[in-house]
């Protein structure tokens, strides 16, 4: 495999300033998904922890290199579970963060950011808007901006799944992985091409927020005018041309899922794994619903990457995917 802007020496040492809290996640098959979906599925279930997404084992890792080293203020912009994660990373570590969000986020998200003690500023507009402010306050106040994916901590704290995957001696030869940013699809995909090269990447999209999966196909970047989904931990409209580099060395394929299988991945992961998951946690399974042949007779895993929900959402959404839309 041509070299990403990754390190797998990094990545390994990486674990030791995690907080353990953070690592060594459940991974466990789910016989109870398999009889709907004719494959055998394995979870990695990436909400078990205090900020309830995968974005920590990142923020963990910048933010003990700004405690050691670096500016004590940080900023990031977010779609909720990065400033969650940011914000828990930096109080431990007396760091000042900020955070910038659009307005229309997850309520749920943000009323958690606020309560980790975090300066949070809410712009009109969506997550692209909010890059392009808290870069300005970067600029503005002389702090530390961290950008998801573009930032190599972000995919090299993600890229401790792919070891503790890779590591658990795996017998599944497919791992889907959410795909938005680029942080944990770039971070899991490097070390699962790196050690277990046999193993399939595939990376999965929502068809309404597409511009990463469109880059990927076409080699260059692709950005859109807005995106349409529910996923809002996805819902990216400009790629970062050097994460897409790293997502053309290491992702075998990217595909694009419908909201009405996103809903029924929620739903199953309900009814089948006692699971309460963010849409952006159900598009692995989104993927093998819309394409049950491609995977029929293997053996998936599937990272369950977040579980910060808005309640009366979730309930619209799972309340109206009926109990039998899978079938």
């Known amino acids: 495999m041509q070299e990403t802007r990754l390190d797998t ?3 390994r040492a990486a674990r030791r300033v995690i907080d353990p809290v953070f690592l060594d996640t459940p991974l466990y098959r789910c016989d109870a998904l398999e009889s709907d979906l004719g494959c055998t599925v394995s979870i990695k279930l990436e909400t078990a922890n205090p900020v ?11 933010a003990s290199l700004l405690a050691d080293h670096g500016p004590r203020a940080v900023v990031c912009a977010s779609a909720g579970n990065l400033g969650q994660a940011l914000a828990w990373s930096g109080r431990g570590r007396g760091l000042d963060v900020t955070v910038v969000a659009s307005r229309f986020a997850t309520v749920a998200k943000l009323d958690r950011i606020r309560a980790l003690e975090a300066r949070l500023e809410l712009v009109d507009g969506d997550h692209e808007l909010a890059r392009e402010r808290a ?3 970067a600029r503005h106040d002389g702090i530390r901006l961290l950008e998801d994916s573009l930032d190599i901590e972000t995919c090299e704290g993600a890229a401790t799944i792919g070891l503790e995957l890779v590591d658990s001696a795996p017998s599944f030869d497919t791992v889907l992985i959410a795909l938005g940013g680029g942080a944990l699809a770039t971070g ?3 070390v699962v091409k790196t050690l277990a090269p046999e193993v399939e990447v595939i990376c999965v999209q929502p068809l309404g927020a597409p511009a990463m ?7 260059r970047v692709v950005t859109t005018d807005s995106t349409n989904t529910i996923a809002d931990g996805v819902a990216g409209r400009r790629p970062i041309p050097a994460v897409l580099d790293d997502l053309l060395l290491v992702a075998d394929d990217a595909v694009l899922v419908r909201e ?10 309900l009814d089948r794994a006692g699971l309460v998951v963010e849409p952006s946690a159900a598009l ?3 993927a093998v619903l819309e394409d049950r042949d491609r995977f029929v007779g293997r053996h998936v895993a599937t990272i369950v990457c977040g579980s910060n929900v808005d ?12 109990v039998h839309s899978w079938r």
């Open 9 to 11: 020496a990094r990545i």
């Open 188 to 190: 899991v995909g490097h």
């Open 284 to 286: 692995g399974i989104a």
């Open 311 to 322: 309640v009366d959402a979730y309930h619209r959404w799972v309340g109206a995917a009926s």
């Open 213 to 219: 999966t469109r880059s990927w196909r076409q080699r």
């Open 135 to 137: 870069a300005a306050i």
């Open 52 to 62: 309830r997404s995968f974005k920590a084992r990142g923020t963990e890792v910048v």
């Open 260 to 269: 009405a299988s996103i809903i029924a991945g929620m739903r199953m992961l």
